[in-house]
């Protein structure tokens, strides 16, 4: 048992009571892994749950500051995320991680992790087709991925392995962020982990 992990006999009855879970939103730039993630986070707390965004740019510049986007620099990226998630989670938080993980072993490592301490986890593949994530381009990496000016870009020119079983997958080019939200609620609800 690790230090930073609460023992079950330390924790208040109410504690006790709440089943934390990680939800890693995996997908491509601009796919609405972000978007989807606060739409769910509002509805969450709404049902009085406690919530942490663990948003993939922020972790870029803080907890993950100086790595790049090569396999290696991803692959720790995910696993830093996933120690932090699977620490809130196991103390009841509801834990949203809209973050690429185009690896499909960084993602099963990540999940195997959270086997091991029993901790939920539900992976959510946000299945926008590139087509429609370069059109939207929000962050305007596809266009400088055209340009010549960057090169690595996920789904462009570097691997997106997409999950091959995840426990929802959203086709987010078909229906609103609202809507995809509704479909996570749902799945977690069908889990018990509401
Ligand atoms: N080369 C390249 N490939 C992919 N993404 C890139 C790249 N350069 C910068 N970005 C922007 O970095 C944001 C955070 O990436 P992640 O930490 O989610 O990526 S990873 O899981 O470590 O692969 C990611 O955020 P989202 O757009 O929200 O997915 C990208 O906008
Ligand atoms: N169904 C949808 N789900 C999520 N985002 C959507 C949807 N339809 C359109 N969008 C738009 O697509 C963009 C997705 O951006 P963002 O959530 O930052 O993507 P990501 O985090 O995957 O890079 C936003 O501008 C959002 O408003």
Redesign the pocket.
Known sequence: MRAARLMSDERTPQENDVTGATVWLTGL??AG??TIAHELAALLRAEGRQVELLD??E??EFLSAGLG?GRED?HT??QRIGFVAELLASNGVLVLV?????YADSRDAVRKRHQQEGTAYVEVHVATPVEVCSVRD??G?YAKQAAGE?S???GVD?PYEEPESPDLRIAAQDCSAARAADSVLALLTERGLL
């Open positions: 730039p601009s892994k972000t993939g740019d972790i870029r986007f991803r990226n995910v809209p973050v690429i993980a185009p929000v962050k990496l960057i690595g870009l996920t570097d």
